[in-house]
């Protein structure tokens, strides 16, 4: 018997195990285990089940028309593996490597332990252009390129099916019993659907039209929402995968004459890269997800202001692009990257929070949330890496910048909604501002940044810093510019903050220098 244990990647089409478990003649079941322990864990949310279970109805549908059938089941995944050896004896199960949160990765060590253990075999494939056990990261790149340049795997025409009479009876084809699971968090009802045929259809509008603005709007909060390819959920739970979106977009660009439109592609190609490199990174140290990258930092943040927290958190702030955004997110699930960094920014440094309790409850609001990019970004956007530049945002400048008309802040900020333009972004300067119903600030903003400012680049300069900054930068930086870095460093140890953001280590570069 050959098990196809699914997990975020819930689709038929270049899903290895799904091919080699067909291809052996053996029958096959595929199954989705809920585990309560990771679901519970303080980083999922009813928003991402939701998008899972929308996933795995149309999952089943593909399944049974070709002779095969959907199992689920809810339980810890060693008790799911007890049933299926009572039931079938010795079996085989295939599985894609979770790049996932040092939980889910210390539960797949104990399942492939489980399975040598009772002289079983687990067949794990390679999901993402992330290497398991990567030797060095200067073969990063070129392993990242033989996976994305490697052939798909076409969906199976026919699947031998496991007997639907001889299944244990911890398993069911019934989804609805994972719809009664009680997640944490809220769902949402405006937020992208789940499905591998969503996935690439949203793939096919992006690389027929949508993306010959993708540089120019990626900053736009209103105009990135369909500028940009949009398949961050499909990706991070699986329903396509990075090497097929991959080979789709080199075959556009060949076809793409503009050279305009070609660099819009060259720049989508390059954040596919940046999406595996990040997710090295937690692969190749998990701690991350927990501790910070540059402990030198922890001693910025000591104090913890709750009421503070939950007005960011809620949309509260008074502060109309930081609680546009918040609002947002709440209620689709997804902002664009620069909205990203900017609530970050303003929790961690504007505010000077500690980045853990903000990573958990972003985590579930992203609706694609994926953990090898969402913590990296976190430490990153927090300044805790220390090789990486700090970026302290003033959120009123990012939006007269990138939202000049208030179109965005109209629409999830409604108490702003008939202001003149000219007050949106700075609605206590109106004569009218008592009767909006909408808090004042909660911070002097320019005051706040440069206490930030002045506290975080000071650690930041400390021998402390930069030695921990060296040696992590060895192991998790970009290998594009790292001899060169290496260089600036001994050159630049006291120059001012501005020379050194220029020789800091390359990063996902969607801003300019426009952040303050």
């Given at each position: 018997?050959?098990?196809?244990?699914?997990?975020?990647?819930?689709?038929?089409?270049?899903?290895?195990?799904?091919?080699?478990?067909?291809?052996?003649?053996?029958?096959?079941?595929?199954?989705?285990?809920?585990?309560?322990?990771?679901?519970?864990?303080?980083?999922?949310s009813q928003r991402h089940l939701q998008f899972v279970i929308e996933s795995l109805y149309e999952l089943q549908t593909q399944l049974q028309k070709r002779g095969a059938t959907l199992f689920v089941a809810v339980g810890e995944m060693e008790e799911v593996l007890e049933a299926l050896e009572a039931t079938y004896g010795d079996?085989?199960?295939?599985?894609?490597?979770?790049?996932?949160?040092?939980?889910?990765?210390?539960?797949?060590?104990?399942?492939?332990?489980?399975?040598?253990?009772?002289?079983?075999?687990?067949?794990?494939?390679?999901?993402?252009?992330?290497?398991?056990?990567?030797?060095?990261?200067?073969?990063?790149?070129?392993?990242?390129?033989?996976?994305?340049?490697?052939?798909?795997?076409?969906?199976?025409?026919?699947?031998?099916?496991?007997?639907?009479?001889?299944?244990?009876?911890?398993?069911?084809?019934?989804?609805?019993?994972?719809?009664?699971?009680?997640?944490?968090?809220?769902?949402?009802?405006?937020?992208?659907?789940?499905?591998?045929?969503?996935?690439?259809?949203?793939?096919?509008?992006?690389?027929?039209?949508?993306?010959?603005?993708?540089?120019?709007?990626?900053?736009?909060?209103?105009?990135?929402?369909?500028?940009?390819?949009?398949?961050?959920?499909?990706?991070?739970?699986?329903?396509?995968?990075?090497?097929?979106?991959?080979?789709?977009?080199?075959?556009?660009?060949?076809?793409?004459?503009?050279?305009?439109?070609?660099?819009?592609?060259?720049?989508?190609?390059?954040?596919?890269?940046?999406?595996?490199?990040?997710?090295?990174?937690?692969?190749?140290?998990?701690?991350?997800?927990?501790?910070?990258?540059?402990?030198?930092?922890?001693?910025?943040?000591?104090?913890?202001?709750?009421?503070?927290?939950?007005?960011?958190?809620?949309?509260?702030?008074?502060?109309?692009?930081?609680?546009?955004?918040?609002?947002?997110?709440?209620?689709?699930?997804?902002?664009?990257?620069?909205?990203?960094?900017?609530?970050?920014?303003?929790?961690?440094?504007?505010?000077?929070?500690?980045?853990?309790?903000?990573?958990?409850?972003?985590?579930?609001?992203?609706?694609?949330?994926?953990?090898?990019?969402?913590?990296?970004?976190?430490?990153?956007?927090?300044?805790?890496?220390?090789?990486?530049?700090?970026?302290?945002?003033?959120?009123?400048?990012?939006?007269?910048?990138?939202?000049?008309?208030?179109?965005?802040?109209?629409?999830?900020?409604?108490?702003?909604?008939?202001?003149?333009?000219?007050?949106?972004?700075?609605?206590?300067?109106?004569?009218?501002?008592?009767?909006?119903?909408?808090?004042?600030?909660?911070?002097?903003?320019?005051?706040?940044?440069?206490?930030?400012?002045?506290?975080?680049?000071?650690?930041?300069?400390?021998?402390?810093?930069?030695?921990?900054?060296?040696?992590?930068?060895?192991?998790?930086?970009?290998?594009?510019?790292?001899?060169?870095?290496?260089?600036?460093?001994?050159?630049?140890?006291?120059?001012?903050?501005?020379?050194?953001?220029?020789?800091?280590?390359?990063?996902?570069?969607?801003?300019?220098?426009?952040?303050?």
């Open positions: 018997m050959n098990v196809i244990w699914y997990k975020r990647d819930i689709r038929i089409y270049d899903h290895e195990p799904l091919a080699k478990a067909t291809a052996s003649k053996s029958p096959v079941l595929p199954l989705y285990v809920l585990e309560p322990s990771v679901w519970q864990a303080g980083d999922l079996f085989t199960l295939f599985s894609h490597e979770e790049n996932g949160t040092p939980f889910t990765f210390e539960r797949d060590k104990r399942v492939l332990r489980w399975m040598r253990e009772r002289g079983h075999v687990m067949a794990e494939y390679q999901g993402y252009g992330v290497t398991r056990r990567l030797k060095s990261r200067d073969d990063f790149q070129k392993l990242y390129q033989i996976h994305v340049q490697s052939p798909v795997h076409p969906a199976p025409k026919q699947i031998l099916s496991a007997d639907p009479d001889e299944i244990p009876d911890l398993l069911t084809t019934d989804l609805r019993m994972l719809e009664r699971y009680a997640a944490p968090g809220e769902r949402i009802r405006y937020g992208q659907q789940g499905g591998e045929k969503l996935a690439h259809e949203t793939l096919k509008t992006f690389l027929e039209e949508r993306f010959e603005t993708y540089n120019v709007h990626i900053s736009k909060p209103m105009a990135s929402s369909t500028s940009c390819s949009r398949l961050s959920p499909y990706i991070a739970w699986g329903n396509i995968s990075i090497r097929y979106i991959y080979q789709q977009s080199i075959k556009q660009m060949a076809q793409v004459k503009n050279a305009f439109h070609r660099r819009q592609l060259e720049g989508f190609l390059s954040r596919l890269h940046w999406h595996c490199h990040f997710i090295q990174r937690l692969e190749d140290e998990p701690e991350i997800a927990h501790e910070t990258i540059n402990p030198a930092f922890d001693a910025a943040r000591t104090e913890w202001n709750e009421e503070s927290y939950q007005r960011w958190l809620n949309g509260q702030t008074g502060i109309p692009l930081i609680d546009a955004a918040m609002r947002c997110l709440h209620k689709t699930g997804w902002v664009n990257f620069r909205s990203r960094a900017m609530v970050v920014s303003f929790v961690c440094n504007t505010l000077l929070l500690d980045w853990r309790r903000p990573s958990e409850d972003l985590a579930m609001l992203f609706l694609d949330y994926e953990p090898g990019i969402h913590f990296s970004q976190m430490q990153m956007q927090a300044g805790t890496t220390g090789f990486n530049t700090i970026r302290i945002y003033n959120p009123i400048k990012q939006g007269k910048d990138h939202d000049a008309d208030g179109r965005f802040i109209r629409r999830f900020v409604p108490e702003l909604k008939d202001l003149p333009t000219e007050f949106v972004h700075e609605p206590w300067k109106s004569p009218s501002f008592d009767d909006l119903g909408y808090p004042a600030p909660m911070v002097d903003v320019s005051q706040a940044n440069g206490v930030a400012r002045k506290v975080l680049w000071g650690i930041k300069a400390t021998p402390e810093a930069e030695e921990h900054a060296m040696k992590k930068l060895e192991k998790h930086g970009s290998r594009k510019r790292q001899h060169q870095q290496k260089r600036d460093s001994a050159k630049t140890k006291k120059t001012t903050r501005s020379k050194k953001a220029k020789n800091e280590p390359e990063q996902l570069s969607l801003f300019g220098d426009d952040w303050e």
